[in-house]
């Protein structure tokens, strides 16, 4: 660049001149050089312009919103004019300035600027720029501080993906509720996929939609490759909240390497992996939030957390210079949050700190500023908010911050001396951490490394070291002369090398998941593509008396195969069904398409075997079986299988209607036969893999089974061989007895088939006492005369093969405990079975995996858990914790008296010594002496046997030497309940603080004992003794809540249960003191009463009297399940229910009158047809019947008459 212009160069001035564009203005290339070179974000731009150009282009292109200014050089008035941006105040403005003028870079040359008053008055009003510029933001704070919440803009969620770290517990569960509630996508990480699972179950019971995902936030890998799964699964990340930390609380001295590079792995690298996997797509979007949890350790020093504070002291630096980048790179759209809260209670992090001054911090209340600052779109929030006054420590005298953060923070790290984590960001503990996931998703690593050396020295071979305690590794490095087996820490003091060291693979736990969606029947052909159990696949490690505990779903996918086989019954008195079954063609084909579209039938008959005594043998009974009851019927026959698996029902129907009865001798017929070939010839009858097998079995007769064939001379036994010739004749049935029912119980479970017993009257009771045999494979129905009724038994045996669910699983070594609440209205009910599942809904199994101790010479196994009805399962591969693989060197020189395995000989019985070259036979008591420099014990303290260099302790004695008193053990056989609980101490259990009792397994604590949400211990009605209630007389239930008379813990939810029905929103009622949340939800149907049921009266709004009527569950998890059913009335007012009252008293009297005017003139009418009845009857005349006529007549006879007439 010229030297005329370095004044313009010292005056913070970017100057584009001809060493850079060309003076020819008319070039268009050069505006686009201009820009360019404008862009550079310098404070002042300068730009020569020939003469003759008008400058329009240099304004349209010039890059306002990177540079603040402007400078034209003015040609007519000598002097820099600065030109602001026009989009601030007047977008045209600047432009219509632009064209006015004409500049040249010459008249530059003529002007004489201070430098240095330049420099002074720049610096003047940058400072007085600054504190006008300060003062407007710190009013407008205020301003908005003191401005309501109703009035601030909140940020919207419906549309936000957010993704937490750590949530598989604490306040990364909490926040998920919350956001969940605020219709956001939630996306949790998590180490814990156990604590994932719990997680997304209770935001999706809470109406939330959540992913999980596993991820090792210390592996910057793994981060990114689930980034890019998020992404593709879910979507785009628009809030990221890092909340993932952990914590170790020891004095800096005496904290381990490693705990201090995974405190800095998962409380700041980890925000710079996330922040990189999702920020430059929102910087591209220009939106987003970046969210990040610290805590006031980020501000101020405290006593044992070094590590930690010095990690979230990084975390606040992260937060503030990544605003600022964001700023430079104008993405106003993304925004940054750093939150900072003092000591949480009930995460698992500080729940024991003691704190002094300051009260520590409820987890609701935290998750709710947390929720509530990404909503204003804060960026600092200090909880509790009046610990701001931190920034004193910056004025005031070290002594006097000294004396104060001692003060507030008494112990970091608790009473109980202990090292607790969160385990949602727990990554792979080390081996000497006594790891146990407990209720509060917490992680205890016990620091008495003494204790351990001590326990885990008593153990002389690689394999028991490693299986004894997660903290005991073992040395097989060849010169070692120390203990081989003990915490890390020892062996590595004692000169052990790390590359020596064997370690116990931690705890019992999932290393990986095959997890595919459900997926329906798409496609016939192809119906291993269906998934009805999730996950698929696990790989699990296990550790002897350790359970492990995971979770599987069940949903019975529509249009599953079924494969329907007819078996018919065809002795002479099954005629007229055969008739039946030939007119049902078009309903069955109806019936089966409505149970599975991709159906397909099959046929076969049976009678019995043909030989006496079953069947009769003259060569005219052979020929016609029927020829005694004056009939023609089929020769005689055992099992014929006639028609091979077709959806053609036509031909079905077809191949029925043209089967002939025969006849036999007994009453007994071969069914067994029959059922036992369809079993076994799947490839000659084609059943599918997967499908649903049933076999339905028509008869009117009852059943030969093994030990019957004798009779016929039938004496062998078939072991699962298809007889079937190829015409499907069982042809071989005069060799082969009849199978037993055993044979054939096991037959149906191996083969996943299912039979459906439709029997007529006279055989129904015996299939039925067959059923309750072998219920779960077998299914009776009634058959009316001549079938009538045969497809609804085939329906009712169908949904009731689908409806009953049972999983299966066999092993050895490893006990297998299933749980499920589909046969309870709530709670868990420890079973394998279901007998209410519908298809298409999800079923949730929990299983328990436990070994009681390593199997010898087996390091994996493979466990498969199979449904009993369809071709689907789910497989487990197990490693066993504590199988040693040593890299051994050459040396294996044992003497031949033994095998060299992890730096040490294991001797063959009879021989001692570190090469086993001395014999027992020859044996000295001195290896079963304890020695040091001063000091030699006697052989086995007196209270043992030596033999072959070890010591072998009489009761009540344990340890090497026999040198330790035997304390009690668990059920588990541990020592003191184990190291966790307590320690022998000449032969007494020392228990831990919070453990009690003769073996320390009892806890003190009464906690255990009250139930979620109540604050009563056993609710009030019994006592808490080993973590267990005791209740008084008439009470029961696990916290003594089971009361016929009483109302249980009604109380304990009724507040929780009238926040929800009111819209009241109180999170506090509806919440254990541990901050989980109740699982609420709505019913259409009324609750069936039992002791867990309460009842509720409320008003709601518009003068509606509603009747609560909700019951409780309390999980194992102690998670409280409510069911609520509202049934709401609007009440009548007091003067309309007193005038319907008089209306009815008024209507009912006149209705009585009504009624008895009614009677009255019945009874009159009935009175007056009486009258005219008898009236009709008198007949009485006109004269009195007393009246005597004095008129008399006389007639002259006959004969005088003719003399008077002559």
Known sequence: MNNQFNDFENYDYTIINDNYVSTDGNNRNNY????????????????????????????????????????????????????RNPKIKNKHYGKKFCRRRKICIKSALKMEVSKKDYKLMKSIMDVVTFLLASFVLVVKAIFYACLPKSYKKLKKFDEEIVLITGGAGGIGRLVALKLAKLKATVVLWDINSKGIEESVKLVKAAGGNVYGYKCDLTNREDVYKVAEKVREEVGQVTILINNAGVVSGRLLLDTPDHLIQRTFDVNILAHFWTTKAFLPRMIQNNHGHIVTIASLAGHIGVHKLVDYSSSKFAAVGFDESLRLELEKLGATGVKTTVVCPYFIQQTGMFNDVVSKFIPTLKSTEVADKIVDAIELEKIWVVIPGYLWVTWLKWILPWGVMSLFLRGVVKNASGYSEVLSLNNANVNGAKDDEKTNFQKNTEMILFKSVNLQERFCKNFRTCDSCVQAESYCVWCFQEDFKSDRCGPPETLKRLGCKQHNIIKSNGESKILEVEDKDFKGVTDPDNIEESIQIKPQKLSVQLRAKQPLNFQFSYRPAEDYPLDLYYLMDLTDTMSYDIATMATLGTELANLLQKLSKNFKVAFGYYSDKVEMPFSKMTNESLVNPCEVAGKVCEKAFDFVHRLNFTNDVDKFVKTINASKTTSNLDNLEGGMDALYQIILCEDHIQWRENSRKIVVVATDGILHFAGDGILAGAVRRNYDKCLLNENGHYDQSLIYDYPSLGEIYHRLLRHKMNVLFAAKEDAIDYYTKLNKAIPTVTYVGKLAEKSTNVLNLVTDGYFNIVKNVYFTTRSDNIKVTFKTNCNKHSGWNVSSECDNVEVGKEYIFDVTLEIDRVPDNLSEETLVIDEKNIAESLVIEVEYIGKCKCEDSDDDDCSGNGVYKCG???????????????????????????????????????????????????????????????????????????????????????????????????????????????????????????????????????????????????????NCVLDIVTNTKNSSSCQTEDGNLFITRFINTSISVDSSTCYIRHEKEGGFICDAQFRYNIKDNSLVELDIYDDCGKPVRAGALIGIIIAAVLGIGIMLILVWKARLMYSDRREYARFLEETQRSKMLEVNPLYNSPIRTYEMPRELQTFHSS
């Open 32 to 83: 686009k050089t201009i820009t360019e070179l404008a862009g550079r974000n310098a404070a002042h731009v300068v730009v020569e312009v020939d003469n003759n150009y008008e400058n329009e282009e240099i304004c349209n292109n010039f890059n306002w919103t990177r540079n603040p200014t402007l400078l034209l050089l003015d040609e007519y008035h000598k002097h820099v004019t600065r030109f």
């Open 904 to 1054: 040490i000989c294991e001797c063959a019985e009879g021989w001692k010594g570190k090469k086993c070259e001395l014999s027992c036979m020859n044996q000295g008591v001195e290896e079963c002496r304890e020695k040091n420099e001063t000091y030699t014990s006697t052989t086995c303290y007196g209270r043992g046997d030596c033999d072959c260099g070890k010591c072998f302790c009489d009761e009540g004695f344990a340890g090497i030497f026999c040198q330790d008193k035997q304390c009690v053990t668990n059920k588990y056989g541990e020592v003191c309940s184990g190291f966790t609980q307590g320690v022998c101490q000449d032969g007494v259990c020392r228990c831990y603080e919070g453990f009690k009792g003769e073996d320390c397994s009892c806890p003190t604590s009464t906690k255990i004992c009250t139930a979620p949400g109540s604050n009563h211990v056993c609710s009030g009605a019994g006592t808490c003794d080993c973590g267990k209630c005791k209740c008084k007389p008439n009470y029961s239930g696990e916290y003594c809540e089971i009361c016929d008379t009483c109302t249980g813990l009604c109380s304990t939810y009724e």
